[in-house]
């Protein structure tokens, strides 16, 4: 498995700017698929957004295809997830993950067969 740590989470105003991080060790990230999920209060964990580490396809969910941006350092070993245009419901803790699906089966990757998780950065977005 790969260690991820979250970082960047915050309060803001709707329709502003977050931009998340996730750094990765351990293991090679080669042939790792990493993303973001979130989990709102009361609701189930849901997929955000994948990119394949080694050719940066990405995936998004509806939700916030075109606010959201996913992408990678390789030299850093970190992922970002640029958050723009937020809105109240986009609050949540946003975990970063890491698995071998590819990354547009992320959409259908359900949570308890993710192969690695962070711990969670909480965003909350007010009104």
């Known amino acids: 498995q790969v260690q991820l740590v979250e970082s960047g989470g915050g309060l803001v105003p709707a329709g502003d700017s977050l931009r998340l991080s996730c750094a990765a060790s351990?293991?090679?990230?080669?042939?790792?698929?990493m993303g973001w999920f979130r989990q709102a209060p009361g609701k189930e964990r849901e997929f955000v957004a994948a990119i394949t580490w080694s050719d940066e396809t990405t995936s998004y969910a509806d939700s916030v295809k075109g606010r959201f941006t996913i992408s990678r350092d390789s030299a850093k070993n970190t992922m970002y997830l640029q958050m723009s245009s937020l809105k109240p419901e986009d609050t949540a803790v946003y975990y970063c993950?890491?698995?071998?699906?590819?990354?547009?089966?992320?959409?259908?990757?359900?949570?308890?067969?993710?192969?690695?998780w962070g711990k969670g950065t909480l965003v909350t977005v007010s009104s």
């Open positions: 993950a890491a698995d071998y699906t590819p990354a547009p089966a992320w959409g259908h990757l359900p949570s308890y067969r993710v192969n690695s």
């Open positions: 351990g293991r090679t990230l080669r042939w790792y698929v």
